[in-house]
Each structure stands twice: as C-alpha cells, then as structure tokens.
C-alpha cells in the first residue's frame, strides 16, 4: 500500500494524531512516519491543527487608550462654531464617528488575522504551501499494546518540547513524566525534561536548543519518574515508546 497517497496520507495522519488508529495500523504507521519526512510533516501538521484548537486564536490587541484621546481631539475638540453652525457640525461629527468605527473594526480584524497567520500558519496549511515549514523533532509514542499515546513536537533550533496526551494517564502523586531519547549507537536513555500537569497538552522548557539533545537521537521514550529525582537516571519502566523523526 502506498501510504504517501495525499489523501491516504492526511487520513492517517489525522487519525494517528488523534490516536483514533487501531493499534496494528499505529504500528505501521510509526515505521513510516519514521522513515518518511513527508509523513512525519503530516503528523506534525495535524498536531498543530489540534493544538490550535484547544489554545484559540489569540486576542486582537486593544489600541491604547492615548490612541482614542488624540482621535477624539482631533474630531471633536475644535474652535467654537458660530450658534447657528453648532447643532449641524455636532450631527455631522456623530455621523462622522459611526463611520470610522468601520475602519477601526477591519483594522482590528485585520489585526486579529495577521496574529493567526504568523503564530498559527499550519492552521490553514501555509507553512506547506509556502515551503517554509519549520524544522522539527517529532515523535509519536505508542503503548505497550500499540496504541498511540503522546506526541511530541520541538523546533530544531528551539528551547521548548510541546508534548500532547492523546489517551488520559494518570500522574502518580509525587511523581513527573518524563521524556526521555537515545540513539541505536548509544542505547543508554538520556533525560529531555518532564512535567507533572495532568493537562492534555504542556510546553517543557529545555536545558538546551533541541538541535543539541535530539539531534542525533532515534527513540524517545516515557516513564513515571519521581519528581525531583537524579535527572540522569532512569528509575521506571517505559510507559509508552516512539521513534524520533527530523522533519526538513
């Protein structure tokens, strides 16, 4: 089966960072998101849509309030008027004042797209089309039983790991889970960081560029590690593993 098909690919890819696949099609799919950018950028793709959809677009910024004080002064704060003109030049200006909140609205709203734009651009599949697809580590790991579990995602040159609970598991009190990498020449796990929110997805800050920690890894793995434990040993069976796929 060709599963680089485009509309075979953006369905499994959905389906995969939903965690909806049967475990023998994760399978499956984890080896070929692993030897495949193509498929790995899908995934990433459709984790970023999924993302997106739990934060919300962010908020259009509010002019500041110096910003409606000159636009009143400068409409409305004029010489006096002789008596006669007063009560037409105070009728023109309210017109004049509903008018401009149409500008203002579509300023607003314009803003509010570009922040979508630039901080969301794989919402509406822009980074692809435009080829400026950012470089990242990705990875998908899967339970014991092959089912999807965690995602991960971090900019190549970036300092944070963004990692996304596709099934609920519980924190043990006391307890962090840990992501942890290595490569088939050195087996031995090294730590990538941990969080203990049990939310669905969280932002880890890490110790160094992603490029410097995973750049020549292959697996990730997860455990239930003591929270404030030796951060180089691992003490706890994997919960969930995965491949480690570049994407550029």
Request: proline share 8%.
């Amino acid at each position: 089966m060709n599963y680089l098909r485009p509309e075979l690919l953006d369905a499994l890819a959905r389906s995969y960072a939903l965690g909806t696949l049967s475990p023998g099609a994760a399978r499956r799919f984890t080896r070929v998101v692993a030897g495949s950018a193509v498929a790995a950028q899908a995934v990433a793709d459709w984790q970023g849509v999924l993302q997106t959809l739990e934060q919300g677009a962010p908020r259009a910024p509010e002019p500041r309030p110096r910003v409606w004080e000159g636009v009143r002064q400068r409409l409305f704060e004029r010489a006096p008027a002789p008596a006669g003109d007063a009560r037409g030049r105070r009728a023109s200006a309210g017109a004049f004042a509903g008018w401009l909140r149409w500008p203002l609205g579509l300023v607003a709203g314009a803003l509010l797209s570009w922040s979508v734009l630039v901080l969301r651009p794989q919402a509406f599949d822009l980074e692809a089309a435009s080829g400026a697809a950012p470089a990242s580590y990705v990875g998908v790991l899967l339970d014991p039983q092959g089912h999807a579990l965690l995602a991960t995602t971090a900019r190549r040159r970036g300092n944070v790991l963004t990692v996304r609970l596709l099934r609920p598991i519980a924190i043990e009190p006391g307890h962090a889970l840990t992501v942890w990498a290595w490569s088939d020449a050195d087996p031995t796990p090294r730590r990538v960081g941990s969080w203990t929110t049990a939310g669905q997805t969280s932002t880890i800050p890490l110790p160094a560029p992603a490029e410097a920690l995973l750049g020549q890894m292959t697996h990730l793995g997860l455990s239930n590690e003591a929270d404030g434990g030796a951060p180089g040993a691992r003490t706890r069976p994997f919960v969930a593993e995965g491949a480690c796929a570049k994407v550029w």
